[in-house]
Structures are given as structure tokens and as C-alpha cells.
């Protein structure tokens, strides 16, 4: 006589992790990117790598100046006050920047505020290449830099919310900051 085997139920005893099949699992995400689904809304993707783009050109720029003053004059106070010229601007006006984000049109802002930054870089590049760069024009440069990119952070989060759905905000919010702490 031929015995078939019998499904046998499973008890489960208290203290023990239930499996679960793949199927009893969370149902997979319609979205395979994830947080980075977020850069098909075209606007918010131009903001995206235009600010990860200015960003890697803002730390090469500090990377450079401070390598220059180094070069210039071998101190580590003319470095150290290099920080100090860039910190007190961004103290003073970032506050201020905030509520200027809230006022201004922040796109027009932002526009403004990395054409002045590109200035910026282009002075420096261009006193370097003939030769008449010296400590005051770089510190009156750095200052100017800090001054206007203590604007950049407040206009930038402050610009978000009217490029992407709500839904998206929580991704577009991650990705900014991501993107800010990479460079």
C-alpha cells in the first residue's frame, strides 16, 4: 500500500522568527530607481546637475586659492584667515539669504547668484594668469564669493517645492542633500 505524504502543519512557537515566501513579502516598488525616479521631472534634474556641477567647481576653487595663498606666502595664518573670510559672511548673511528666498523670485536669484560666483572664479583665474594676483585680491574675491553664497543654500532649498510633486518632495529634498555632502 502506497502512502502519500501528508502536508503536516507548522506550529509556531512564541520567541521564533515566522519565514515568509517571497511572495508574503512587501510588494516590489513600481519604481526601480527609487529616490533617483525624482530627476525624471525635467526642471528639477537642470537644478540638480547644475548645482552638483557648481558645487564641484566651488570646492576646486577653494582647493586652488588655498593652494595659492600657500604659495604666496607660506603661512598658515594667511590660510587660516582664508576660512575665517569665507565663515563670517555666510554667519552674517545667511539669515538674511533666507528671507530674501522667501521675497525674490528664486529661480531669477539663483541665476544671479552663480553668474557672480563665476565671476568670481574668472577674476581669480585671470589675475593668476597675468601675474598681479596678491593677498588682497584674493581675500576681497573670497569675501565676495562667501557673501553671495550665503544666498545660494536657502534659494536653492526654498526653489524645490515648486518644481516637483509633493510625493516627490521627500526624494528631491534626500537628493539635494546628497548631493551637497558628495561635494
Known sequence: MKIEPQKEAVTEKPGQPTSLTSSEVAPRSRHPLGPWRVLRNRNYSLLFWGQLIS??????????????????????????????VQAIPRL?????????????????MLIVIEIVLALTSAVLALCTAFHVINMVIIYSVVLIAASVSSFEFPARQAIIPTLVRREEMSDALSLSMVMMHIT
Not at 577653494?62 to 598658515?76: F, M
Open 55 to 84: 558645487s564641484a567647481g566651488t570646492q576646486m576653487q577653494v582647493v586652488a586659492v588655498a593652494w595659492q595663498v600657500y604659495l604666496l606666502t607660506h603661512s598658515a595664518i594667511a590660510l587660516g584667515l582664508i576660512g575665517l
Open 92 to 108: 552674517i548673511f545667511s539669515l538674511v539669504g533666507g528671507v530674501f528666498a522667501d521675497v525674490f523670485d528664486r529661480r531669477r
